[in-house]
């Protein structure tokens, strides 16, 4: 299965690394942990912790754990929808959204509505 992950092309990066550092860190001769991190380029540190978490959790222990914070409160499809809306509706006696009249239309606050265009550097239009 590990080597599997280093060699697919559609393994996420990271996956193939922590991939690698196990198979690197395999094998009756147990390298030093200074070499494996040296031919892999990564600090000695990264090569404990996966070396650790593979050992401590097999498979399981190379997959991301969740990130912090809290997820996101809107859906990739309410993002879509501003966004379509912005760019291909036009209103009725108006020559452009407004961020009240965006909020409006598609149910969100107008703070988040300004963060959406905001983050893909929409005008109104």
């Excluded at 969740?66 to 501003?82: C, F, K, L, N, Y």
Aim: glycine share 4%.
């Amino acid at each position: 299965m590990l080597e599997r992950w280093t060699r697919r092309a559609n393994s996420a990066q990271a996956l193939a690394l922590r991939a690698r550092v196990v198979l690197a860190c395999a094998g009756p001769d147990l390298p030093p942990i200074v070499q494996v991190a040296r031919e892999l380029r990564i600090s000695a540190d990264t090569v404990r912790k996966w070396r650790r978490r593979f050992l401590a959790e097999r498979l399981e222990g190379l997959a991301d754990e969740p990130r912090p914070g809290r997820p996101p409160t809107i859906s990739v499809d309410q993002v879509e929808a501003v966004v379509a809306a912005t760019l291909e509706e036009l209103l009725k006696n108006a020559t452009h959204w407004s961020r009240k009249s965006m909020a409006e239309h598609s149910g969100l606050s107008k703070s988040t509505v300004g963060r959406i265009w905001r983050k893909f550097q929409l005008k109104r239009t």
